[in-house]
Structures are given as C-alpha cells and as structure tokens.
C-alpha cells in the first residue's frame, strides 16, 4: 500500500475531488494548509512589470514577486491506494490539477507498512482494510 499526499491549489479542490471519484478513489482526506516552494524572486520579470506600468500589478502574480516569504493557502489531499493503483492516482491528480504554470502543485508517495480499522481492531499489513 502506499499514501499518496498531493499539494494543490485552492481553486482545484472541485476538480480534483470530482476526477478522484470518477477514476475509482472515492475516500481521501483534504485539509487546509500553507506553504510555498522553492522558486525564487525573478527580478528582470518584476523590472519590466514595473517599467511597462509603471507599478506592479494587482494580481495573483504581481503579489508572488513582490512577497517571496509569504506563505500561499493550498490543500493538502491524501489518499492510501493499493500498490498497483499508484500511477493510476497520480495520473488522475495530475491531469486535474496541470495548467503548466508555476504552483500547480506537489504529489509525494510514501510506503504504509500497516493498517488499522478502529471499530474492529481489524490489522492488515498487506492491503486495505
């Protein structure tokens, strides 16, 4: 089994819940986090911004440059798949959440050694329960 934890934006909650479903993984977690990646201040884009207007924009992309510390809302899906249904899961996140821009998001797979249902006490340390 594995955990599959994927960081997405606020705005593909919908889209992303929506294609989970129809591709067969209807149980997964989502909370609210922040955070931001490693991508540093491009200061020739904010110079020409800045030239061409005479201020830095009002937008989504204008405030990105100009607040390289500040931590952005995302969300943070989780979800534990057999090991045959990874690429499957991954694929799915992928193509729900892709625009090819900056901050679409991260997925991390990690190993679950073991599994436990509570109203049963039910172990499993080779499939889902």
Not at 22 to 50: E, H, I, Q, W
Not at 105 to 120: M, Q, S
């Amino acid at each position: 089994m594995k955990e599959i934890m994927a960081l997405i934006r606020l705005n593909m909650i919908g889209p992303t819940k929506e294609a989970l479903s129809k591709a067969g993984f209807p149980s997964f977690f989502c909370r609210k986090c922040l955070g931001r990646g490693k991508r540093s201040l491009d200061l020739s884009t904010l110079k020409l911004m800045v030239e061409s207007e005479m201020q830095i924009p009002a937008t989504p992309y204008g405030e990105a440059l100009t607040e390289s510390a500040r931590l952005i809302p995302k969300r943070l899906f989780t979800l534990v798949v057999d090991d045959g249904e990874v690429k499957k899961a991954v694929d799915t996140i992928i193509r729900a959440n892709q625009t090819g821009n900056p901050g679409d998001g991260k997925i991390f797979v990690l190993p679950v050694a073991e599994t436990y249902k509570v109203r049963t006490a039910e172990f499993s340390a080779d499939r889902l329960i």
